[in-house]
């Protein structure tokens, strides 16, 4: 199936929804996928002229705006009825977002890297930033480390984010031609570049057959197949569940509000 959702050059999934920014006009599409032939678009939102990426953690929604140089927060608990939270301006031209945890990571073609908190999304906070010439086009986190596409230089660089208010460059990598998107998985990276070119980089991640982990904390985790977990999940933020929906051979007990669409 298909939508006329504009022209979109980021997208993020939540659940049985896909958050749709227009880069041509600054709209903010949210469509429903469950059926994938017929997908439609529940709700619109304005941000600014050119809504250029957007992230989604738990209920909300982060969008940056290249001209409005701004960054758009919206409440999509009711994805029929989004709800504008908060904004935050002082950006140069901010291109790519990508949330790890608590933070925000906007990668900025003017300035560089900028790190914010997000614990309460209503009263956002810088907790640092890296200035690179030439700027970042998007940026992913994995670990310790964010991977940055600089498209003016051909580079993807590796930036140690471990503490937010001292960032340090540890290391590029010339790719070649204009990078810009990026995406991690396992111990590659994909980066796309303008043109035909899909490069592959080994960025010394480990891979292993199997594994007895007795602790494991991560920014991101990617299973593959089946997760069978022995004993309880506690999950601190949203759960967004895909369109097999959840099934449970026991009870299933909710404590608050719960809202089913």
Sequence with gaps: ??????????????????VAPDFDTGTVNIVDVANSAAPTIVSSYTTGSSASAVAVSGKYAYVVDTTASTLYVHDITNPARPASISTLGGFSTPAGLYISGRYLYVADIGTGLSVFDISDP???TEVGSYTASGGYYNVQVAGDYAYATQQSSGLVAVLDVRTPSRITLVGSLNVGGQPRGISLSGKYAYVGTTGTTLKVIDINGAKLPSASIGSLEANSLNVAENLNIGSELYIGGGLNVGLSGIFSRGGLSVYGTTTLT
């Design 122 to 124: 209503y009263a956002i």
């Design 1 to 18: 199936g298909s939508v006329a959702s504009g022209h979109s050059l980021s997208l993020a999934l939540s659940g049985r929804y896909v």
